[in-house]
Nanobody, 130 residues
Framework: QVQLVESGGGLVQAGGSLRLSCAAS????????????MGWFRQAPGKEREFVAA????????YYPDSVKGRFTISRDNAKNMVYLQMNSLKPEDTAVYFC???????????????????WGQGTQVTVSS
Protein backbone atom coordinates (compact mmCIF):
# COMPACT_ATOMS: atom_id res chain seq x y z
CA GLN A 1 0.00 0.00 0.00
CA VAL A 2 1.33 3.41 -0.96
CA GLN A 3 1.02 6.24 1.53
CA LEU A 4 1.79 9.94 1.33
CA VAL A 5 1.95 11.98 4.53
CA GLU A 6 2.24 15.75 4.52
CA SER A 7 3.66 17.85 7.33
CA GLY A 8 4.89 21.36 7.97
CA GLY A 9 1.65 23.30 7.77
CA GLY A 10 0.68 25.92 10.30
CA LEU A 11 -0.22 29.51 10.96
CA VAL A 12 2.04 32.23 9.59
CA GLN A 13 1.77 35.96 9.03
CA ALA A 14 1.61 37.43 5.57
CA GLY A 15 5.10 37.70 4.12
CA GLY A 16 6.32 34.72 6.09
CA SER A 17 7.54 31.32 4.97
CA LEU A 18 6.70 27.67 5.49
CA ARG A 19 8.23 24.46 4.23
CA LEU A 20 5.91 21.56 3.58
CA SER A 21 7.19 18.00 3.46
CA CYS A 22 5.67 14.89 1.94
CA ALA A 23 6.89 11.50 3.07
CA ALA A 24 6.21 8.52 0.83
CA SER A 25 6.08 4.94 2.02
CA UNK A 26 5.17 1.63 0.50
CA UNK A 27 7.36 2.09 -2.57
CA UNK A 28 10.33 4.24 -3.39
CA UNK A 29 9.38 7.55 -4.93
CA UNK A 30 11.24 6.89 -8.15
CA UNK A 31 9.40 3.62 -8.81
CA UNK A 32 6.02 4.52 -7.48
CA UNK A 33 3.49 2.48 -9.43
CA UNK A 34 4.93 3.89 -12.65
CA UNK A 35 4.24 7.40 -11.41
CA UNK A 36 6.31 9.96 -13.20
CA UNK A 37 5.54 13.13 -11.30
CA MET A 38 4.96 14.42 -7.79
CA GLY A 39 2.68 17.35 -7.25
CA TRP A 40 1.27 19.71 -4.68
CA PHE A 41 -2.30 20.93 -4.78
CA ARG A 42 -4.33 23.08 -2.41
CA GLN A 43 -7.97 23.48 -1.58
CA ALA A 44 -9.60 26.39 0.20
CA PRO A 45 -13.08 26.11 1.74
CA GLY A 46 -15.76 26.19 -0.93
CA LYS A 47 -13.25 26.07 -3.77
CA GLU A 48 -11.97 23.40 -6.13
CA ARG A 49 -8.63 21.73 -5.61
CA GLU A 50 -5.98 23.89 -7.26
CA PHE A 51 -2.62 22.97 -8.79
CA VAL A 52 0.37 24.47 -6.96
CA ALA A 53 3.51 22.74 -8.21
CA ALA A 54 4.83 19.59 -9.87
CA UNK A 55 8.21 17.95 -10.33
CA UNK A 56 9.14 15.10 -12.63
CA UNK A 57 10.83 11.92 -11.45
CA UNK A 58 14.32 13.17 -12.26
CA UNK A 59 13.58 16.70 -11.09
CA UNK A 60 14.36 18.00 -14.56
CA UNK A 61 10.88 19.34 -15.21
CA UNK A 62 9.18 21.63 -12.73
CA TYR A 63 5.91 23.48 -13.16
CA TYR A 64 4.09 26.22 -11.26
CA PRO A 65 0.98 28.27 -11.92
CA ASP A 66 1.45 32.02 -12.17
CA SER A 67 -0.15 32.51 -8.76
CA VAL A 68 2.84 30.99 -6.94
CA LYS A 69 5.67 31.30 -9.46
CA GLY A 70 8.65 33.06 -7.91
CA ARG A 71 7.38 32.44 -4.37
CA PHE A 72 7.10 28.64 -4.11
CA THR A 73 9.78 26.05 -4.84
CA ILE A 74 9.20 22.32 -5.20
CA SER A 75 11.98 19.79 -4.73
CA ARG A 76 12.38 16.07 -4.17
CA ASP A 77 14.84 13.65 -2.66
CA ASN A 78 14.26 10.22 -4.18
CA ALA A 79 16.76 8.57 -1.87
CA LYS A 80 14.75 9.71 1.15
CA ASN A 81 11.34 9.31 -0.52
CA MET A 82 10.56 12.95 0.21
CA VAL A 83 9.01 15.86 -1.67
CA TYR A 84 9.15 19.42 -0.39
CA LEU A 85 7.37 22.69 -1.02
CA GLN A 86 9.16 25.82 0.13
CA MET A 87 6.68 28.68 0.35
CA ASN A 88 7.94 32.23 0.69
CA SER A 89 6.23 35.63 0.69
CA LEU A 90 3.00 33.99 1.75
CA LYS A 91 -0.28 35.81 1.22
CA PRO A 92 -3.66 35.39 2.90
CA GLU A 93 -4.99 33.94 -0.36
CA ASP A 94 -2.53 31.06 0.03
CA THR A 95 -4.60 29.81 2.95
CA ALA A 96 -5.79 26.29 2.17
CA VAL A 97 -5.27 22.63 2.87
CA TYR A 98 -2.22 21.50 0.92
CA PHE A 99 -2.06 18.01 -0.58
CA CYS A 100 0.82 15.99 -1.89
CA UNK A 101 0.12 13.61 -4.78
CA UNK A 102 1.86 11.09 -7.04
CA UNK A 103 0.90 11.23 -10.69
CA UNK A 104 1.22 9.26 -13.91
CA UNK A 105 2.39 11.83 -16.44
CA UNK A 106 4.92 14.64 -16.26
CA UNK A 107 3.59 16.35 -19.37
CA UNK A 108 2.89 20.01 -18.73
CA UNK A 109 -0.69 19.68 -19.93
CA UNK A 110 -1.32 16.81 -17.53
CA UNK A 111 0.42 17.80 -14.31
CA UNK A 112 -2.13 20.53 -13.57
CA UNK A 113 -5.09 18.14 -13.52
CA UNK A 114 -6.18 16.17 -10.46
CA UNK A 115 -7.08 13.18 -12.64
CA UNK A 116 -3.37 12.71 -13.42
CA UNK A 117 -2.69 11.72 -9.82
CA UNK A 118 -3.32 8.27 -8.40
CA UNK A 119 -2.10 8.68 -4.82
CA TRP A 120 -2.97 11.49 -2.45
CA GLY A 121 -2.01 12.46 1.06
CA GLN A 122 -4.48 13.59 3.71
CA GLY A 123 -3.40 17.21 3.55
CA THR A 124 -1.89 19.78 5.88
CA GLN A 125 -3.50 23.10 6.78
CA VAL A 126 -1.72 26.34 5.90
CA THR A 127 -3.21 29.53 7.30
CA VAL A 128 -1.78 32.95 6.41
CA SER A 129 -2.97 35.84 8.53
CA SER A 130 -3.04 39.40 7.25
Amino acid sequence: QVQLVESGGGLVQAGGSLRLSCAASGRTLSTFYSTDVMGWFRQAPGKEREFVAAISRSGGNIYYPDSVKGRFTISRDNAKNMVYLQMNSLKPEDTAVYFCAAGLSALETRVKTTTNYVYWGQGTQVTVSS
